[in-house]
Every structure is written in structure tokens, then in C-alpha cells.
């Protein structure tokens, strides 16, 4: 893969679709022209699958994870590993990492397993880089407000349960993962973000000998 590929994770009401943009907006400066996308939904089939997953009534945990699975396979089909290869910047709001915490450790699925069906729908394609965006399941309850699909009313144990996963993946490789306080100022968090991806950027076009 000649592109960057980064995902943004973390419980919801972290602020991640806030540090997306930050980061998009900080590329975009600097002369990039970042593809933004988000799990579940980045593709057509994704978008009806979201709503069958998020707003459907209840489904048994397998076939939620299944669900998940597919918008992964297609979303990588798709869209990233095309945009990958032709050397583009892909950031997504939420990977496989969320089905290996919500899917995995919040139902109880087996983090193991829920890896491995993962794995298989995206062909191994992990990020360069991970962002987790930290936050308390008691903060996300309170920024999230009333309104709630599916996975977000669930119990705050639940999403305990979540957070501590995600905890833990970064620990396993930190090499491939940022984590970052969720509850410090927002263009604090940007520019850690930004410290992180920077020295990672393929070379911008105007750059490239080549050309
Ligand atoms: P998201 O679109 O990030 O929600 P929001 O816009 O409210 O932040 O994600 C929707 C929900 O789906 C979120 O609660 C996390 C959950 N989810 C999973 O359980 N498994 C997955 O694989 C993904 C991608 C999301």
C-alpha cells in the first residue's frame, strides 16, 4: 500500500467526527486532499446496512457482528484499498477495532473471534496509524444528550467494557496506536493527533521527483 491509511476509534461522544475534520482541515492545508469515510456506511450497501444495524429492532449478537463485518468487506472493497493503492490519505471514522471492542468485548462475542471475522472481511488491511479517542462511558452518556441508536443505549457497563478493549489493543501495539484524553481541549487533541501523522505523509504531488 503506497497511501496512509488511519482510523479513528473510541467510545461514542469521544469527539472523533471533531478530530477528523480537525485533521482533514490540517491536510488540506498543508496541500492534501484527504478521502474522509466512516464504518459503518462509507458505501452504498454500508449506508443500508448501518440502518438495519443501528435502527433495526433487536438482532441476536452474531448477527450484529455479521452486519458489522460486511459493511467492513465492502467498504474495503470498495472504496479504501482502491484509494490506498492509488496513493491517497484514508481516514475513517471507526474500523474493525470497534467490532473487536463493541462487538467483541461489549457483547460478549469474544474479542478473539470477532478478530478473526474482521480480519477475514478486510483482507488484513489494518491502519497505519489508530487514534483512540478516550473518554469515560458516563462522559459519552452525557455528551450523546437523549437521542440513541442500538449500541449507544446500552448500559454504561457496557460501554466500560468497550473502553477498557480499546485500552487494551493500543497497549498490545503501541507502535500502531495514539491514544488521547478525550476530555482535554479539542485543538490540544488535534495537535497531538497531528505530531503523530505528520512524519508519516506520503510526499505531496508537487513534491514527488517524478512528476
Ligand atoms: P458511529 O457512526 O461512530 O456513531 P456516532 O455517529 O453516533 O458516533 O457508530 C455507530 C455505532 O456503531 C457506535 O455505537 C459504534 C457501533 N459500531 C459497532 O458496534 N461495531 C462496529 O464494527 C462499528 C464500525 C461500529
Do not use: C, N
Not at 71 to 93: F, M, N, S, Y
Amino acid at each position: 500500500m503506497i497511501g496512509l491509511f488511519v482510523a479513528f476509534e473510541g467510545g461514542d461522544g469521544a469527539g472523533k467526527s471533531t478530530q477528523v475534520d480537525l485533521l482533514a482541515d490540517r491536510l488540506g492545508q498543508e496541500g492534501y486532499a484527504p478521502i474522509l469515510t466512516r464504518q459503518p456506511g462509507g458505501t452504498a450497501l454500508g449506508r443500508a446496512l448501518r440502518d438495519l444495524v443501528l435502527h433495526g429492532d433487536h438482532m441476536s449478537a452474531r448477527a450484529e457482528a455479521l452486519i458489522f463485518a460486511a459493511d467492513k468487506a465492502q467498504h474495503v472493497e470498495e472504496l479504501i484499498r482502491p484509494a490506498l493503492l492509488a496513493g491517497e490519505i484514508v481516514i475513517t471514522d471507526r474500523y474493525t477495532d470497534s467490532s473487536v471492542a463493541y462487538q467483541g468485548a461489549g457483547r460478549d462475542l469474544g474479542a478473539q473471534e470477532v478478530h478473526d471475522l474482521q480480519m477475514w472481511a478486510v483482507h488484513d488491511l489494518v491502519p497505519d496509524v489508530t487514534v483512540i479517542i478516550d473518554i469515560t462511558a458516563e462522559e459519552g452518556r452525557r455528551r450523546r444528550g437523549e437521542v440513541h441508536d442500538r449500541l449507544e443505549s446500552e448500559e454504561d457497563t457496557f460501554h466500560e467494557a468497550v473502553r477498557e478493549h480499546f485500552h487494551a489493543l493500543a497497549a498490545a501495539a503501541p507502535e500502531r496506536y495514539l491514544v488521547v484524553d478525550g476530555t482535554t481541549d479539542p485543538i490540544e487533541i488535534g495537535a497531538q493527533i497531528w505530531e503523530r501523522i505528520e512524519p508519516l505523509l506520503p510526499a505531496r504531488p508537487e513534491q514527488d521527483p517524478l512528476l
